[in-house]
């Protein structure tokens, strides 16, 4: 199976657009990252020329938050979601536009609230009364107004993981419809505070569009009650969630999902955000990986690999799962096993029971690695963090170089008056 139109074998090696992937591991080390810019292009554009009404697509920054990646949605016309400072602060210095941001979730500090106000960003996307209130504060004792939507919380299922699904009753995110109206009565009365949208998140992963139209109705009925009270409201955020093909979700496409907004929304009067991560940057990257030992284990071969749980986190806190090869065809004898990390977890795998071509010293590749790759990655066990490669058809480019040692250590201290021993 094929991730991409962008990650294919040609005589058996496989190829990012016109790149050999083990030249690049030859060139950069393992583990790496790679990034297919005519992928990630694409699907851009699949969201923004499916969507034929007034509309934004804010990329989520947390998906991927390398520079630039930001600085190739920003050339796109991307706006962003984001979910703190520091990914204001990269989009700005990518050289996005503050005045295309939505800021999400549920714990704005106040010094963060004081600068996304200063850059001025898009809108704010209130997660909660008090959030509301300290808003208010902030932008008063600036002279500023600040454009806040509240995020609702619809209590729909998205049918994913337990720890990607938002838009529970039981989720942290968002107020429930009831609470919302509420809150936008004292949105109302509040000095600083212009309503200017309604918003909405409710997961991630949706195979379907079913649960993302379930809420997106009772956003239209709230946009309906609200407009009157709220000359200001502008536009509707219907959140992300689009799930991407890992193994055979067979997921819906991005194209069709535009497509039913297309006559649903269009009579609104309003303009469309959307917020999507995951389906812009997933399956435009791979994680290329050095087998360094196959090892017999009483019940499955191990093939410890030089990627660990700290550079791919998804299959150890979600369970996911997600597709490995090697990225030379025919060239070992088949084998039954699970390939794993050097980290000192047991969490730390890439892939369990799998039929691989393995033997020490071939490069695998885990496909749909561009979302929540990276972005997730740690030093944990020490370990230096991956570079990241990308690539235009025959031409490469480093975006992040591999982090050395010095790195490791760079904000510590040691204690003053202690000596070796
Ligand atoms: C994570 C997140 C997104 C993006 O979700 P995907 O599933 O990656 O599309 C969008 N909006 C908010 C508020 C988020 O927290």
Redesign the pocket.
Known sequence: MEYSDHFTYRQDELHAEDCSVADLAAKYGTPLYVYSRSSLEGAFREYDDNLRIPHRICY?V??NSSLAVLQLMASLGAGF?I?SVGELARVIQAGGDPGRVVY??VGKREDEIRFALEQGIYCF?VESAPELERISQVASSMGATAPVAV?VNPNVDPKTHPY?S?GLKKNKFGVPVEEAYELYRRAGELPGIRVTGIDC?I???MTTTGPLMEALETLVTMAGRLKADHPHLDHLDI?????INYRDENCVSAAAYMESLNSRLASLGLTVLV?????LVGNAGILVTRVEYVKKGAETDFAVVDAGMNDMIRPALYEAWMAIAPVRRGAAPVRHCSVVGPICESGDFLGLDRELEVKAGDLLVQFSAG??GFSMSSNYNSRPRAAEVMVYGDQEQLIRSRETLDDLWRHEILLSGVSAG
């Open positions: 989520a947390k998906a979601d979910v999400s979730g996307n995020r990607i938002t998140h997961g991630s992963q959140g992300g969630g689009l799930g917020e999507p991560g995951r389906s979302a929540y």
